[in-house]
């Protein structure tokens, strides 16, 4: 029982240290608990060694946007008409 009790306490340790790492460097930090509790070493090396992620800004108040719903639509469909008429043409031009 007690190598068990042992093994334990050093997966919450170094699990710990990875979320502490993980956690400076914008990554998920539940993840990477896991990941230490398992792995131990390895995760621990792996997360030391990684660059840390850049934050995204959360936008509370986008504000007004500058194309509505019908135009972005608009915009969508015309781009899928002409990518439709363009790959008709090759292949129109390779069944010649």
Same mark, same amino acid.
């Given at each position: 029982m007690e190598p068990f009790v042992i093994v334990a306490v050093a997966g919450v340790v170094i @699990? @710990?240290?990875?979320? !502490?790492l993980a956690s400076n460097k914008n990554r998920d930090v539940f993840g990477w608990f896991v990941l230490g509790f398992l792995f131990n070493l390895v995760a621990l090396i792996v997360i030391a060694a990684l660059r840390p992620r850049e934050k995204t800004e959360?936008?509370?108040n986008p504000g007004p946007r500058e194309k509505?719903? #019908?135009q972005e639509r608009d915009e969508l469909r015309q781009?899928? !008409? #002409?990518l439709a008429a363009a790959?008709?043409?090759s292949r129109a031009q390779l069944n010649k």
């Amino acid at each position: 029982m007690e190598p068990f009790v042992i093994v334990a306490v050093a997966g919450v340790v170094i @699990g @710990g240290a990875c979320s !502490i790492l993980a956690s400076n460097k914008n990554r998920d930090v539940f993840g990477w608990f896991v990941l230490g509790f398992l792995f131990n070493l390895v995760a621990l090396i792996v997360i030391a060694a990684l660059r840390p992620r850049e934050k995204t800004e959360l936008v509370t108040n986008p504000g007004p946007r500058e194309k509505s719903g #019908d135009q972005e639509r608009d915009e969508l469909r015309q781009k899928a !008409i #002409d990518l439709a008429a363009a790959l008709a043409q090759s292949r129109a031009q390779l069944n010649k």
